[in-house]
């Protein structure tokens, strides 16, 4: 079907490229440049014939994790065992591809491509060496000419799809129009984060909190707010996963914590003696990064801040979520900003896995009640159950508690009924800037 003698490059000029230089040596299949050279031959053939041709591009997840139980004669059986089960769904005179390690592709007449099937063929354990090996496969299908008008672009569609798919949880993804404008306005983000690191465009707004017997002020949280230059503001919820992916939240959250920790000592100066707690990701607590001699420890930033400004570290709190606590290289790191004298805080406690065996080992002082919990609180007997057992809990491990998301004064009641130390929500505050927080301090 597809014959790499003879070859006529694309753009015209008549070209005679060796057979092997387009093969993968491991498994005899085409290597990218093969697989790209051949698919702009035949595409516009399958057009005509009413076909409708598509890439499929294909990752093993769990390569590395393969490898490493892997001698060099089994992992080129490895390789080949993933050939043939792409030939088994796709036969074998179609155009298939290992790109290098884990990366494979197909094109295919996408009038009903068998991924379930191949899906199924993939899953199915492996057995080398006495060992039974299963594959953990992620695809993406891009078609032409819808997504692109050549194999290149097509390859770059398809594996944009699959790094959706896999972004959103899930093992296939589609390439559309919708998607070609989200992948613009992501990399409009990426490109604008980078400029980021001397806080351009950047901003921060407080939200309270409350203590809930006495009404009155007793900390705040730092929320990183941006106007981007073209797409204006941007949510915290969209940003900060392409900081993460891209490296760029060690810059932007050193801002954020200098920023926040500058206005602090501003409202001290100015009689609001406050506590600032500022959120943390994984990403974050895993700085250093190998190679970048930019990126900061936390606990190094923090401390550096503190001690210019001349801040109080016990008033200063980290807030981390609770699947942290099941990451050791993380735990390592937040102990040590304990250690350092900071506070550390739970965030959204109770939204995923509630890790209560790892609360005893934690260096936690408080821990924030996900705003879940107080959704449909009222008249819901079983989750005010389970909002009364945290905060006891909390209480014995000699930590305080913060409800999230509270709106009305009855969630606020029954909240303080519970035994539940301090609020934050729209019942008492938005966000608010710098200057509406200095101002809550004559309604204490």
């Known amino acids: 079907m597809f014959n790499a003698e003879n070859y006529v490059d694309p753009l015209g000029s008549a070209a005679q ?50 490898l490493s139980r892997l001698d060099y004669p089994q992992v080129v059986e490895l390789l080949n065992a993933v050939r043939e089960r792409m030939e088994s769904v796709f036969g074998t005179e179609a155009l298939l591809a290992r790109f290098d390690s884990e990366r494979f592709a197909a094109l295919v007449d996408y009038r009903d491509p068998d991924l379930t099937g191949l899906m199924a063929a993939l899953e199915t354990p492996v057995r080398i060496g006495g060992l039974s090996l299963r594959l953990d496969a992620t695809l993406g299908v891009a078609g032409y000419p819808d997504g692109a008008d050549n194999m290149d672009m097509l390859v770059i569609a398809a594996r944009s799809a699959r790094q959706e798919a896999v972004d959103w949880g899930r093992t296939v993804g589609f390439f559309a129009q919708d998607l070609r404008q989200r992948l613009a306005r992501r990399r409009a983000i990426e490109d604008a984060l980078w400029a980021c690191s001397e806080g351009a465009g950047l ?11 006495q009404g009155h002020l007793a900390g705040v949280e730092a929320l990183m707010r941006w106007n981007h230059p073209e797409l204006g503001r941007l949510s915290p919820c969209e940003f900060i996963p392409i900081a993460e992916r891209t490296r760029t939240i060690g810059l932007i959250g050193e801002w ?52 210019q400004l001349g801040l109080d570290r016990q008033l200063i709190e980290v807030e981390i979520t609770e699947g942290m606590l099941t990451d050791a290289h993380a735990m390592q790191a937040i102990q040590s900003v304990a250690r350092a004298g900071f506070g550390i805080a739970i965030d959204d406690f109770g939204r995923d896995h509630s890790a209560l065996s790892l609360l005893v080992d934690s260096p936690a002082r408080t821990l924030k009640i996900d705003r879940g919990f107080v959704i449909g609180v009222l008249g819901n007997e079983r989750q005010m159950a389970v909002i009364r057992f945290i905060v006891q809990l909390a209480q014995r491990l000699g930590m305080s508690t913060v409800v999230e998301g509270v709106e009305t004064i009855h969630q606020l009641v029954a909240l303080a009924d519970a035994g539940c130390d301090y609020c934050q929500g729209y019942f008492y505050y938005r966000p608010l800037t710098a200057e509406q927080v200095l101002t809550l301090r004559h309604r204490q």
Request: net charge positive; proline share 8%.
């Open 17 to 66: 490229i060796a057979p092997s230089l387009l093969r993968d040596p491991l498994t005899g299949m085409h290597n990218k440049h093969g697989f790209v050279a051949l698919g702009n031959r035949y595409l516009p053939g399958m057009l005509a014939r009413g076909e409708k041709p598509r890439v499929i591009y294909m990752e093993l997840r769990n390569y590395e994790g393969l």
């Open 203 to 213: 901003s921060v707004a407080y939200q309270p909190k409350i203590h809930i017997r």
């Open 256 to 307: 954020l914590t200098r920023e926040a920790l500058g206005q602090a000592r501003r409202w001290r100066d100015q009689g609001l003696d406050i506590t600032m707690a500022i959120n943390a990701s994984p990403q974050q607590l895993a700085l250093p990064l190998e190679g970048d001699p930019h990126s900061l420890p936390l606990q190094d930033i923090l401390s550096d801040a503190a001690a």
